[in-house]
């Protein structure tokens, strides 16, 4: 290992950096090993750097290394564009955290009631994760106070600011200490994000790690269409490829709508992810794409920002993106965790020119290859393995997993390996049950009882 790149060079206190080890965070990944030194010496920060660099434990490292457990004030606080990253980025704290115990950190997002969230910010908290609408709730109603912010965190600034947050995080940052540390990530670093940011900082030091993926892992083939055949063009993938789950981005809302209605109508179980869907829609289709009840997740960048799909067979690039660095992180959601992986990408005439400034930016051909050369594989429709069953109590109940776990392998007798992931979340459950066994485990689950107490349930379909 390179010394440079090892945790224990940094000036983190034994226990920090043996929660550290604990964790498994042996080597600094490029965007820690330049951002953390510059982090700790309380500088305020602008990182280039996409999801899955591992920025999160840059800047989680950062505020756990200055708070103060013994003074319950809001000391951290990280905006996010979404409800999914901003649950993602509080876990992550929380396991960053627990060298230290009795740090709260705390999550606020829409979506979800306001009371308890007041509770919990009257008891006190450390750390405080949210979204910038909610955020602005907590601020308007004088129910959350920012003035002892030490570590202000802008994660994803780029799509928040394509989001339409500007005015929103403008009036968040006036309501912080102005003493604070500022650190500021983004995917992209655009004029308009540069310009934006500014009188946010003072004196940032800039890095930027390259968004390139490891081309050894990922299979990229480029396919000519024309406008009219690019849909059709999608199923003719699916169906020689055959990948279990697929993330297809379309560059509109309309698109990916119309894209989805295609696919189903044509026996595929595909669903349409996009930026104003309520967010119980929104939770409820990305448990279906991740427990593989949903083969296809036809999804525009924004709304794809913060899914954390840890197997994922291929990318369909259905319109290639304007944007080189977008693509990169399309692409390289495909091919991790070391499996390989599949990107695909349609080109009409019109597109020809956004694909150069990709063979500019890796500094290469890409491989074109031919529709016509596509044989569908043997078998039936590619359907998805797996049906979701929501049941309707979630941790207002105390279900936990382990309860349905416990009643399906029990009571009804099913092996481990046909059921799937288990979501709980406030007032439902999702179960993923092998769609073989699925009806049968439904049938035995409602005449018997979880946790000696009946719940309704009900399949959620896709196609």
Known sequence: MDNSTSFSTLALSPAFL??????????????????????????????????????TAAFGIGILAKLNPTYFAVQGLVICPTRELADQVSNELRRLARFAGNIKILTLCGGAPMR?????????????VGTPGRLIDHISRGTIKLNAVQT?????ADRMVDMGFYDDIHSIVSACSPRRQTLLFSATYADDIRRAS??????????????????????????SVTPETRNAAVAQLLNHYRPVSTLAFCNTKIHC??????????????????????????????????????SVLVATDVAA??????????VINVDVSKDTEVHIHRVGRTGRAGEKGLALSLASPSEKKWVKLIEDYQQGPVLWSNLADL???????????????????????????GDLLGALTGDVGLSKEQVGKINVFEFMTYVALDSKIAQRAYDKLSQGNIKGRNFKMRFIPVV
């Open 198 to 223: 500014e009188q946010f900082l003072r004196d940032p030091v800039e890095v930027k790690v390259e968004a390139q993926h490891d081309a050894s892992r990922i299979e990229q083939r480029f396919y």
């Open 18 to 55: 043996s929660n550290l080890d604990s964790l498994g965070y042996k080597e600094m990944t490029p965007i820690q090993a330049q951002s953390l030194p510059i982090i700790l010496q309380q500088q305020d920060l602008i990182a280039q750097a996409k999801t899955g660099s591992g920025k």
């Open 305 to 314: 920002r913060g899914l954390d799909i840890q197997t994922l067979g291929a």
């Open 152 to 156: 202000l965190v802008l994660d994803e």
């Open 375 to 401: 044989e569908p594989a043997a078998g039936a429709a590619l359907q998805a393995p797996m049906v979701t069953l929501c049941i309707m109590g979630g941790k207002k109940d105390k279900l936990r997993p």
């Open 257 to 294: 709508q119309e894209l989805a209605d295609e696919l189903r109508q044509q026996g595929f179980s595909a669903l349409a992810l996009y930026g104003d869907l309520e967010q119980r829609e929104r939770d409820e289709i990305l448990v279906l794409f991740s427990n593989q009840s949903c």
């Open 116 to 128: 308890p969230q007041i509770a919990s910010l009257e008891h006190g908290a450390h750390i405080v």
